[in-house]
């Protein structure tokens, strides 16, 4: 299943896949980081749309239109603020990723592209966060052969390199 899944540093806004996910807030109204970037790049619309969602929970994922990106759709989760590992933060990353995946396929969506959620502003510690998304991305590819590429979008290189050795390790045990 790892060969369906690649790393690369990048701008998410900027990738011909039929959807980006975006780490947005609770309000679904815009932010700073990966959710200004794609706010400003898909257009107010994008914004227009979002309104009428009235929020998402942390965890979970909602889904609109794409707007002047060239990704068609845009699905919104968002991840949760790392306040130390005793919130239960691991569980609600690893949802935002079955929660965007399990919309992915819902709408007929088979190439998507993740930026490292929760890894900016809400601080989750890199490696665990690396760790997290491929194992959720690997498991559920297990259960689901529909989607036929998922792509992890880094900003830095650093991070790239993290989640480059998560999915080596991921490749080893599967
Ligand atoms: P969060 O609030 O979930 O932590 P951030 O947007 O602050 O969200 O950061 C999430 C990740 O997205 C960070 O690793 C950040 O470097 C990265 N990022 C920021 N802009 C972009 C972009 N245009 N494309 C891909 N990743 C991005």
Redesign the pocket.
């Known amino acids: 299943m790892t060969d369906k899944i690649t790393v690369i540093q990048?701008?998410?806004?900027q990738l011909q896949v039929d959807a980006i996910v975006n780490?947005?807030?609770n309000s679904l109204l815009g932010?700073?980081?990966?959710?200004?970037?794609?706010h400003r790049a898909a257009g107010s619309q994008l914004l227009a749309e979002c309104r009428q969602l009235r929020g998402c929970a942390t965890g979970a994922a909602k889904i609109t239109q794409g707007y002047n990106l060239p990704a068609k759709w845009v699905i919104h989760t968002v991840?949760p603020?790392w306040e130390g590992g005793d919130r239960g933060e691991d569980e609600l990353l690893a949802s935002c990723y079955r929660s965007s995946l399990t919309l992915a396929v819902q709408h007929g969506i088979k190439t998507i592209a993740f930026?490292?959620?929760?890894?900016?502003?809400?601080?989750?510690p890199?490696d665990r966060a690396a760790q997290i998304a491929v194992r959720e991305v690997q498991a559920f590819l297990s259960t689901n052969d529909s989607i036929s590429q998922v792509i992890l979008?880094?900003?830095?290189q650093s991070?790239c390199d993290r989640f480059l050795k998560a999915l080596q390790q991921v490749g080893e045990t599967s």
């Open positions: 990048g701008d998410i806004t780490a947005a807030n932010g700073g980081g990966v959710d200004g970037a794609i991840g603020v930026p490292a959620i929760s890894t900016g502003v809400y601080r989750f890199i979008v880094c900003f830095s991070t």
